[in-house]
T-cell receptor
Framework: SAVISQKPSRDICQRGTSLTIQCQVD?????MFWYRQQPGQSLTLIAT?????????ESGFVIDKFPISRPNLTFSTLTVSNLSPEDSSIYLC?????FGQGETYEQYFGPGTRLTVT | TQLLEQSPQFLSIQEGENLTVYCNSS?????LQWYRQEPGEGPVLLVT?????EVKKLKRLTFQFGDARKDSSLHITAAQPGDTGLYLC??????????FGSGTKLNVKP
């Protein structure tokens, strides 16, 4: 399995500012993912963070709004830029890993970062 | 747009009752996972199913993957208050990305 930590765990930000969320994994992984989750709802994939290349974004998400860094195989950051109240959500970092289980990939999540925009 | 639809969205039952949650898609998935999430925490993996028609049991939970690998179900026998939470299915698409279902909020009353 993988142990994932995120910082900060929560923050309250003013509109127009930006928040950068850090994600640290205890093992090297090829792919890291960023999700958004409205309270009580399901998860929506924002982008895939690939080490050594630009992130790939899902429909409805753009790099200018959600710039991502992936400097090495254990770390990634997601920035939520030009914040508005609609960005209030939980942001989760995730990794896919095989860990020697054959063809099966399993996904592990960080505890999430709860963002409130005022 | 969600690739996976879950039903029901909400379920409130008494302790001891049985329930089934469904996860359906028009897409074929390499594998499918079920998660349970409690407030303030990230989703916790319950099971991964890989083969069409596969059935896996985890104590009182039974998971099934459809023959065509487009749908799955989670059945809980004799539900307990500790089963309360948000249940999410997630399908592995193109062998590298997981897309989540719409979620089922389960409340088990003592």
């Amino acid at each position: 399995s993988a142990v994932i930590s995120q910082k900060p765990s929560r923050d309250i930000c003013q509109r127009g500012t930006s928040l950068t969320i850090q994600c640290q994994v205890d093992s090297q992984v090829t792919m890291m993912f960023w999700y958004r989750q409205q309270p009580g709802q399901s998860l929506t994939l924002i982008a895939t963070a690939n080490q050594g290349s630009e992130a790939t974004y899902e429909s409805g998400f753009v790099i200018d709004k959600f710039p991502i860094s992936r400097p090495n195989l254990t770390f990634s950051t997601l920035t939520v830029s030009n914040l508005s109240p609609e960005d209030s959500s939980i942001y989760l970092c995730s990794v896919n890993a095989n860990f020697g289980q054959g063809e099966t990939y399993e996904q592990y999540f960080g505890p999430g970062t709860r963002l409130t925009v005022t | 747009t969600q690739l996976l639809e879950q039903s029901p969205q909400f379920l409130s039952i008494q302790e001891g009752e049985n329930l089934t949650v469904y996860c359906n898609s028009s897409s074929v998935f390499s594998s499918l996972q079920w998660y349970r999430q409690e407030p303030g925490e990230g989703p916790v993996l319950l099971v991964t199913v890989v083969t069409g028609g596969e059935v896996k049991k985890l104590k009182r939970l039974t998971f099934q993957f459809g023959d065509a690998r487009k749908d799955s179900s989670l059945h809980i026998t004799a539900a307990q208050p500790g089963d309360t939470g948000l249940y999410l299915c997630a399908g592995l698409y193109n062998f590298n990305k997981f897309y989540f279902g719409s979620g089922t909020k389960l409340n088990v009353k003592p």
